[in-house]
């Protein structure tokens, strides 16, 4: 029995100091390993299509989404999203692509990164920024930061833009810089 007492005696400080010795003591590493719960959902290549009385109003493609509960609703596109947004007779009118985007399910509202391109078919302007919100119950699509719109040889610059979630009403918020050039 001494015996087995004084190999546990002996073996604790090991185990303690080895156990010790493993911790980096950098907390922010432990935090962002709190952080990264594991989704409720993961859906791998998606093809989503919104419509309304049968008509198509919105294609949404990604090729990851997830989805968390806790601690509040929320789907993230991590590797992108394109959204393609049609008229009545099926004719894509717009789209917004971007990097990033992480959609706040209980608020209805949607935020996208990183490179985004909103691209309006109808005026033929493409525009360049680096974020949008996408307010769904107020109807609304807009960005309060810069913005480099390009149509044909014409780039124009504005400090945001801002439209209807149809997007059949886009506008450059306090636009300058009208810069034609020749090809």
Same mark, same amino acid.
């Given at each position: 029995?001494?015996? @087995?007492?004084? &190999?546990?005696?002996?073996?604790? %400080?090991? /185990?303690? &100091?080895?156990? &010790? ?13 709190e952080r990264q719960t594991p989704p409720d959902q993961e859906? @791998? ?17 990604? %090729? &990851? ?5 806790? %601690?509040? %609703? ?6 992108? !999203? ?10 894509? @009118?717009? /789209? ?20 985004? !391109? ?20 107020e109807d609304v699509i807009f960005s309060n930061h810069p913005?480099?719109? !390009? ?11 801002? /439209? ?20």
């Open positions: 029995m001494r015996r @087995k007492a004084r &190999l546990l005696l002996l073996a604790f %400080p090991f /185990s303690l &100091l080895t156990s &010790l010795a493993s911790c980096t003591g950098d907390m922010s590493e432990i935090s962002r390993f859906v @791998k290549q998606a093809h989503i299509r919104r419509s309304e009385q049968a008509r198509l109003q919105i294609e949404v493609d990604a %090729p &990851l989404i997830r989805q968390y509960k806790e %601690p509040s %609703p929320r789907t993230v596109y991590p590797n992108g !999203v394109e959204l393609r947004f049609y008229d009545e007779n099926r004719n894509i @009118k717009s /789209s917004i692509r971007a990097d990033k985007a992480i959609s706040y399910d209980d608020r209805n509202i949607m935020k996208a990164t990183d490179s985004v !391109v909103v691209i309006d078919y109808a005026s033929g302007d493409t525009i360049y920024l680096d974020d949008l919100i996408w307010r769904d119950a913005v480099r719109a !390009v149509n044909g040889n014409r780039v124009t610059y504005g400090d945001g833009f801002v /439209s209807d979630e149809q997007m059949t009403n886009l506008r450059i918020t306090r636009q300058r810089g009208v810069i034609e050039f020749e090809e």
